[in-house]
């Protein structure tokens, strides 16, 4: 399964197997996860063999079961920790799902477990993703549609703009609120522009939806095309 179908194929689950990580599928999961750290400045964590997350009363009101592994989500905090959180971190999301795992992004329906993960000196967590071999593979939401979230009104939009957004829309956001926009803005130096913006929530994580929704802009867009504004 290559990216652009793992996005397509990818959708949150909450019940999970009693089945162990392999070694295999460990190891590509924490190479992956220091790669990540260091190109995003943060301090992902992987999480195997502990149930005790995903066994109090928020957890049962997110209709979480048997979730025993998860990816703890934190870094320095920052101005932009969120949107950086949601971009690597849905690198991991997909890169699961080639695996074979399921996911499901997790803000407040899980309890901190002392001792099983470390954060350094002036580090926060933003939220867990819970990962494992799920009951099922999910389901798919209502999406909102390319015009609701494209504030561009040239006709004549780069083919690669459109399939970026689509893919964005396939992207998780809290609650499924989907409260990004993304723009055309044109051509300068030679190269497209795009912007991409957060809208106003309530729920909240529309920073970090939004991390999530240009990584998927970038996997189908094709991240040579453009630069973002």
Same mark, same amino acid.
């Given at each position: #399964? +290559? !990216?652009?179908?793992? !996005? ?20 590509? &999961? %924490?190479?992956? !996860? @220091? ?6 400045? &943060?301090? #992902? $964590? ?8 995903? $066994?109090? +009363? ?12 998860? /990816?703890? #989500? ?10 950086? /959180? ?6 991991? *999301? ?6 074979? &795992?399921? @996911? ?11 001792? @099983? ?11 867990? !993703?819970?990962?494992?071999?799920? %009951? +099922?593979?999910? +389901? ?7 015009? $609701? ?15 970026? *957004? %689509?893919?964005? &829309?396939?992207?998780? @956001? ?56």
């Amino acid at each position: #399964m +290559t !990216i652009q179908e793992a !996005i397509e194929a990818r959708h949150s689950v909450r019940a999970y197997k009693e089945l162990p990580l392999s070694e295999e599928v460990v190891k590509v &999961l %924490e190479e992956k !996860i @220091t790669e990540l750290n260091s190109k995003g400045q &943060l301090h #992902m $964590q992987l999480i195997l063999n502990e149930p005790k997350a995903f $066994q109090g +009363t928020l957890a049962k009101y997110g209709k979480f079961r048997g979730v025993s592994n998860y /990816i703890v #989500m934190a870094g320095k905090k920052a101005d932009d920790l969120d949107e950086r /959180i949601g971009y690597y971190g849905e690198h991991l *999301v997909l890169l699961a799902q080639t695996l074979g &795992l399921n @996911t499901c992004w997790v803000g407040l329906s899980y309890s901190k477990v002392p001792g @099983t993960y470390v954060l350094n000196d002036g580090e926060k967590i933003g939220c867990y !993703i819970a990962i494992g071999y799920g %009951e +099922t593979q999910g +389901t798919g939401h209502k999406i909102k549609s390319f015009e $609701q979230v494209s504030k561009s009104n040239d006709g004549n939009l780069p083919s690669w703009f459109r399939k970026g *957004v %689509e893919a964005a &829309l396939l992207a998780p @956001t809290a609650v499924n609120q989907q409260k990004f926009s993304f723009e055309y803005v044109g051509v300068k130096n030679g190269r497209h522009l795009v912007h991409a913006r957060k809208g106003f929530s309530l729920v909240g994580y529309s920073q970090m939806d939004l991390g999530i929704a240009k990584y998927h802009f970038e996997v189908a867009a094709g991240k040579d095309n453009f630069d973002w504004v």
